[in-house]
């Protein structure tokens, strides 16, 4: 019995040591300037079961962000694999790759902290601004509306005044003719 | 049936946080998007039967027909500096908002701490949660914030300019000019304004001076309305109903830096986790370019024998 | 003075000869409200309203210190009572304007002994409409803030600057024919009165010399022509606030149409209505016929049709193809459905009714045909403002309205502001177009004279300038 035990304490341990092993980071991760404004990361597996790879980047923007996925590519022959990315913010970013294995298990893993200095946002200027109504024609119909406004106001006072000052004038001179 | 809902909502949960916990915001997306499609369908379907047609516009359609747009449809721009124009209308930020549907269980905790930072009635729903029935008889919820137009049609009826919108793309309302017209309530296609009809009631002398980014107390008489609770978001922190989702329903986004969150910290590239989970813009047929996306569905009760929306 | 005429002995006179007798009937008749002393009656009447307005001002400070919910608005219905009084009170307003200058210009010279009444109608119901604003808006001590920040792509602005134009022609169109009668009415108040001292004044010391008369027919003229598409496009902008949402039930092409016709329908009901009181009060008869309320009642029939045609439009554009059914559902069977169906009982089936059958075919038929098309119109109007507000856009439930003491009471203070405003006005001024009714003759009020022999008459009959005046 106590045998059985041993045996089974060994087999045991030696799972723990060799998962151990696995979950050390092995792998690697180079953050380069690209072409333009993107950046060149690639990362290689220290193992030769690795697949595929992801890699993150982690925002300041909000506490309590973590790490984004920001792109995959297959591990090729060599262990190596390499995503071309765009950053959309600029300062100290942490990158971060996870190697992982054909059933998605994590075999190696790998952060860089990397000075962005470049962002050129994708953020179009269209997105923003939107035609109001009165930025083109809408300015050209107000104005011709207001115009209109403007007549009838001018015509309805313009009566009026010509009643009121016209009336008492037309009166003195009948009765001055009398 | 709710606590089902909740149950397997909760599991689906773990799921993604076990991911988080390294570091590991991972989608299963491959596997779950043939799910999803058939739920832009079904809801497409479910909201046409509450009664007003198709409302739902996917996010994919906009973003496979802009390929230079924002977002691109690898997830990655391809916008070159030189096209962006000279930037003097683009703010630093531009904030939006990503609803999980699949999360939401309704517990509506969203809409209490919303009114409670802000001191509102409970009538005044700025965030309101709608529960959507579907075709296969279900009914799944749909918290509705303002949707931060980025054409919205309440800035355009405003008589007197009271309502105006930042260069972050946030809709705000000068509650210091507000006639009280309502004529923007008229005009929202989300019933997303809330006017304050009743004086002294619940609107306590919180000592602070009500702002335009902060209405608070709001003041009698005017329209109010989700603010995106910008003043946070330029902190670093989150909106109120995003922090205090328990589902991680919530995501608050930059469209600038491409990033969103929710309260569970799940970190996710704003344009890509769009494009990769079918996202919706609601009624954006009216023309009015929500700065809210939907992840539709109620993925738990998903009957995936379903054959069309 | 000759006693009422028996409608047969008016319709046998030929003779077109000016009338000196007739001359001196329409100067009493028209008058009788300012020589005459007010009697008990009018007191009574005056101060019943008085305080129902009163109540109604009560009604709304108290709105203003409790907020809107006390006038029974919510998120769900937060355009109501108040818009919907509004456009009612606008409306009738437009009646006026339309006895009055539609009729000027086609010459129809009938029209004489109602022009003053219905100017003056239009003239209060306007001001008071416009009043209406006041407790719709939420903040109205920044309504100048209309003005001061105009934003010109929103309908509300021009609301703004259409009513205040139409307010402006209204006024100018109620003062202009007024000044003769004015030179009239100066003469028969005690001299050196205060009255005596304010008809001076407003009459502008006319003699009615021929140059006068030519330059305030010139100019009555050109606002005739004016107001009319004035007033046509104060409800077409008015329509606009509702049609310019994306509102399932407001954001329709007929609506610009709906309510100018729905306003001259309302506004010719309550034309009848208030010649038909003003009739009774100061004894008309004679003046103001029962062929003048048929031939009202025959324009109200028609507009009442041709406004049963556009709800029936409005409607089966929108519910046949079944994409925005719930306002319909709501209004014809469901919340809505006893307002609507009042409308269509007491807005259409029973005025036409009266109007078709001759035997209600006279000034009682066609004044009860009024009353209930004016109540009605209200309700229509409540009923077109308040299913598309209170839908749900997204899911849930119908909101409701509730009328509350406040919003009636202020509502009411408005019903009741028109006969006070009325009544007090008359009281200074001529009940009948004196100009008008000399102009057109014993035969003027009853049938049409050719334009000839009418100018014949009026080159005869200008008035000798007073003794008082030449001194």
């Not at chain 2, 409670?116 to 309101?128: C, F, G, N, S, V």
Request: positive net charge.
């Amino acid at each position: 019995m106590k045998k059985l035990l041993a045996i089974l304490l060994i087999v045991a341990l030696s799972i723990m040591g060799s998962s151990f092993a696995q979950a050390a980071p092995v792998g690697s991760l180079s953050v380069t300037q690209g072409s333009g404004d993107s950046l060149n990361l690639s990362g290689s597996c220290g193992a030769s079961n690795c697949t595929s790879a992801t890699f993150y980047a982690k925002s300041n923007q909000f506490a309590g962000s973590n790490f984004m996925q920001i792109g995959q590519a297959q591990v090729d022959s060599v262990g190596k694999a390499q995503i071309s990315y765009t950053p959309t913010w600029t300062g100290n970013t942490p990158f971060k790759v996870n190697f992982l294995g054909a059933g998605g298990s994590l075999i190696a893993t790998q952060t860089l902290t990397f000075d962005v200095v470049k962002d050129p946002s994708g953020f179009p200027q269209s997105a923003i601004q939107f035609q109001r109504p009165l930025d083109s024609t809408g300015a050209i119909f107000v104005k011709i509306l207001l115009t209109i406004v403007a007549l009838v106001w001018l015509t309805l006072l313009g009566s009026f005044f010509l009643v009121v000052i016209r009336v008492p004038k037309l009166s003195k001179q009948a009765s001055e003719e009398k | 049936m709710d606590e089902r809902v909740g149950e397997s909502g909760m599991k689906l949960l773990f799921n993604k946080n076990q991911g988080d916990i390294n570091g590991d915001s991972e989608k299963t997306s491959e596997v779950s998007r043939r799910k999803f499609l058939k739920i832009v369908g079904m809801s497409a379907g479910s909201v046409a039967a509450v009664g007003a047609g198709i409302e739902l516009i996917p996010y994919r359609a906009w973003a496979d027909s802009n390929p230079n747009g924002w977002g691109g449809n690898s997830g990655v721009s391809g916008m070159s500096a030189a096209t962006m124009g000279s930037g003097q209308e683009v703010g630093n930020h531009q904030w939006a908002m990503v609803i999980d549907l699949r999360n939401c269980d309704g517990c509506k905790s969203c809409t209490a701490a919303c009114q409670k930072a802000h001191y509102l009635t409970e009538d005044q729903t700025w965030i309101r949660v709608f529960e959507m029935g579907d075709s296969q008889g279900n009914s799944y919820f749909m918290p509705r914030p303002c949707m931060q137009c980025e054409n919205p049609p309440c800035l355009d009826v405003c008589p007197v300019h009271a309502t105006f919108r930042t260069d972050q793309g946030v809709v705000l309302v000068n509650q210091g000019r507000c006639i009280g017209c309502r004529m923007c309530m008229a005009a929202c296609p989300y019933q997303a304004r809330y006017f304050n009809w009743k004086a002294g009631a619940k609107y306590p002398d919180t000592g602070v001076f009500p702002t335009l980014k902060f209405p608070v107390p709001q003041r009698l008489g005017t329209v109010g309305k989700c603010t995106f609770c910008v003043g946070n978001l330029n902190h670093g922190l989150m909106s109120e109903c995003a922090s205090a989702c328990p589902m991680g329903t919530i995501y608050n986004g930059d469209m600038i830096t491409d990033v969103a969150i929710n309260s569970m910290g799940n970190t996710v590239k704003l344009s890509k986790f769009l494009y990769d989970n079918d996202a919706v813009a609601y009624k954006d047929e009216n023309n009015t370019h929500p700065r809210v996306w939907y992840i539709p569905g109620h993925g738990q009760n998903l009957d995936t024998n379903a054959t069309t929306g | 003075m000759t006693s009422t005429l028996e409608k047969k002995e008016i319709d046998k006179i030929t003779v077109i000869a000016p009338d000196p007798s007739w001359e001196s009937e329409v100067r009493e008749a028209a008058m009788r409200s300012i020589v005459t002393k007010p009697g008990k009656n009018w007191w009574i009447a005056v101060s019943l309203l008085s305080l129902v307005v009163v109540a109604g001002v009560g009604a709304w400070i108290y709105q203003l210190k409790h907020g809107m919910n006390s006038a029974g608005y919510n998120d769900q219905a937060f355009w109501a009572v108040y818009i919907a009084d509004v456009v009612a009170f606008i409306g009738v307003s437009y009646g006026g304007a339309v006895v009055s200058a539609i009729l000027r210009l086609s010459g129809q010279s009938w029209r004489a002994p109602l022009t003053r009444l219905s100017e003056g109608m239009a003239l209060v119901t306007v001001l008071i409409g416009g009043a209406f604003i006041f407790p719709h808006l939420g903040r109205p001590e920044r309504f100048l803030n209309i003005v001061a920040y105009p934003n010109f792509s929103s309908p509300l602005v021009w609301d703004f600057i259409a009513i205040a134009t139409y307010t402006l022609a209204t006024a100018i169109f109620f003062y202009l024919p007024l000044i003769p009668d004015m030179a009239v009415a100066k003469n028969l108040v005690d001299t050196g009165g205060k009255r005596a001292r304010l008809f001076s004044i407003l009459s502008l010391n006319w003699m009615g010399t021929k140059r006068q008369r030519v330059l305030l027919h010139r100019v009555l003229t050109i606002i005739s022509l004016i107001i009319i598409p004035l007033a046509v496009s104060v409800h077409s902008v008015l329509s606009w606030a509702f049609a310019l949402t994306s509102r399932p039930g407001w954001m329709e092409s007929v609506f610009p149409p709906y309510f100018v016709i729905a306003a001259l329908y309302s506004g010719t009901a309550l034309v009848i209505v208030t010649i038909y009181a003003f009739r009774k009060g100061y004894k008309l008869e004679r003046f103001i016929t029962d062929r003048h309320f048929v031939r009202l009642g025959y324009m109200m029939a028609a507009l009442g049709l041709v406004y049963a045609y556009l709800t029936v439009a409005d409607m089966l554009t929108e519910g046949y193809t079944g994409i925005t059914t719930g306002w319909i559902q709501q209004t014809i069977t469901g919340k809505y459905a006893i307002p609507f169906w009042f409308y269509v009982i007491a807005g259409e089936i029973v005025p036409i009714a009266l109007v078709v059958m001759k035997k209600t075919r006279n000034a009682t038929g066609m004044t009860v045909a009024g009353v209930l098309v004016v109540i009605s119109l209200w309700v229509k109007r409540i009923v077109i403002i308040l299913p598309a507000a209170t839908q749900p856009l997204i899911s849930g439930q119908w909101g409701s309205y509730h009328f509350t003491w406040v919003s009636i009471t202020v509502t009411l203070a408005g019903v009741a502001a028109i006969p006070l405003l009325l009544m007090i006005l008359f009281r200074f001024i001529p009940l009948m177009s004196i100009d008008e009714m000399e102009d057109a003759g014993p035969l003027g009020s009853i049938e049409q004279i050719s334009k000839e022999t009418l100018k014949a008459a009026r080159e005869e009959s200008i008035p000798e300038p007073s003794k008082e005046e030449s001194k």
